[in-house]
């Protein structure tokens, strides 16, 4: 054989094998997608969140219940399911309704309850003893509710970020995670027909159109299976074949996933992220086709996309057309993968704002501490005489609560009295008891 017959021969061969494709010809476009799904898979970064929190406000509620004037904490039994909030009479409701209604109700009861349970106010405990002197009692209840207002209004902001550090249904980067893996609606991390891609007995029928580019398992599996992937072009680990049902989808998959050879103690980032679609672009493979693009991931002798030898690639040239190209983040996987970008984010800002805010409640949990402390020892506001201080606790408070002590004490001329109420009753002991508005200023 003459070398120039041999030349053209061996050109002929090569340009066959090209033609019809060969081991390894898509090694490039598989690790592509080896890269998107390692970057899915993982774990989040553990982050701690403070423990005590919950606690520290619990305490200083029950503080607070336990430093209200006994007429207030007479209005709550949490031993008594009749004064639970739904069993109370239309009369009880419409008083605490007027307080705050159920929520508000109920959350008293529990502070009350706290209270009794720790001892809050008696010599039983060390940190919250009983306070003899009845002016510091009073004036350290009236800075108990200025601290307890102030941390139940941080609580919101430190629960908010709390949960969404460490709930999954909160911040839904698992749920979006597995999304763009296996298509909307996943509920495992299986590739199915009815979320992955399309439905059918072949390649076409799952792949060949733009509709069926839901998900990155789905996209893969049509980059490196069908009637031609038995020859191996995506990669030399992976055999492929013809996408006929669901049950070869589910051997096909789970091969091709383990040609991947993911890290499953990966710790999933934003940046990770980022990248590998960075990288998924930076791999397409963009012709002229006409007048117009063509955009593919994998390799094609003709430009086209058909599963078959040769033909192994995913079209992409939708989204990148000259005129009028689809938005990017219209294919669902893409944008899916976004999104838990941006989550992951959040949550990284979450937890420095949840230390903030922890930080806030313990500080105000420590100022209530010490105002404890200083009314038992006496010296939280300086000692005055009898009738001032008198004159003070019938001037200053809520006079929403003084108007509960005050209806509790209904058909009762005694307690009423005491009380600092008005009775507006006869001397027979029924009649109405009304707070006393010249003497009590509302906050």
Same mark, same amino acid.
């Given at each position: ?11 002929? #061969?090569?340009? +066959? ?26 774990? #989040? ?38 004064? $639970? ?14 307080? +705050? ?12 309850? %706290? ?30 509710? %200025? ?106 998959? $789970? ?89 992951? %984010? ?48 019938? +001037?200053? +408070? ?46």
């Amino acid at each position: 054989m003459k070398k120039e017959q041999f030349n053209h021969l061996l050109f002929l #061969l090569i340009l +066959g094998r090209t033609a019809e494709g060969t081991a390894d010809d898509n090694a490039r476009e598989h690790r592509t997608m080896c890269r998107l799904l390692q970057a899915a898979t993982g774990k #989040l970064s553990d982050m701690t969140v403070a423990t005590n929190i919950e606690t520290h406000i619990a305490t200083l509620r029950a503080a607070n219940m336990s430093t209200s004037p006994k007429e207030w904490q007479a209005l709550f039994d949490p031993k008594n399911n009749s004064n $639970a909030y739904e069993k109370l009479s239309a009369e009880g409701k419409k008083e605490a309704d007027a307080l +705050g209604g159920a929520a508000a109700w109920e959350a008293w009861r529990t502070d009350k309850e %706290e209270a009794e349970k720790k001892k809050i106010g008696t010599q039983a405990n060390k940190d919250f003893p009983a306070i003899a002197d009845a002016e510091q009692r009073f004036a350290l209840h009236n800075r108990l509710l %200025e601290l307890t207002a102030e941390v139940v209004k941080v609580r919101k902001k430190w629960q908010a970020a709390k949960d969404f550090i460490t709930n999954d249904e909160t911040n839904n980067i698992k749920k979006l995670l597995r999304e763009e893996v296996y298509g909307d609606g996943a509920t495992a991390d299986e590739l199915k027909q009815t979320t992955g891609f399309g439905s059918g007995s072949n390649w076409a029928a799952h792949c060949n159109t733009d509709a069926n580019r839901k998900s990155i398992a789905g996209d893969f599996l049509c980059m490196c299976s069908g009637p031609g992937g038995n020859s191996k072009e995506c990669s030399g680990a992976f055999t492929g074949a013809e996408i006929a049902c669901q049950a070869t989808i589910t051997t096909q998959w $789970a091969d091709l996933k383990a040609s991947c050879a993911l890290h499953t103690d990966n710790i999933i980032t934003a940046h990770e992220i980022t990248a590998a679609l960075e990288a998924w672009n930076a791999r397409l493979t963009l012709e002229g086709d006409a007048s117009d693009n063509k955009v593919r991931l994998g390799k094609s002798s003709d430009k086209t996309c058909t599963g078959a030898a040769g033909k192994t690639c995913i079209d992409y040239s939708t989204f990148f057309k000259k005129a009028s190209p689809t938005a990017l983040d219209s294919l669902p996987w893409y944008r899916k993968m976004r999104q838990p970008a941006v989550a992951i %984010e959040k949550r990284a800002l979450q937890q420095a704002q949840e230390s903030l805010y922890a930080a806030t409640i313990e500080a105000t949990y420590a100022k209530a501490i010490a105002a404890y402390q200083a009314a038992v020892l006496g010296k939280l506001v300086p000692t005055q005489s009898k009738a001032q201080a008198q004159a003070e606790q019938k +001037g200053t +408070g809520n006079s929403q609560k003084q108007q509960a002590i005050c209806t509790a004490h209904k058909n009762n001329k005694k307690a009423c009295t005491d009380a600092n109420c008005t009775w507006k009753g006869g001397e027979s002991g029924k009649g109405e008891c009304e707070i006393d508005k010249n003497q009590f200023q509302s906050s």
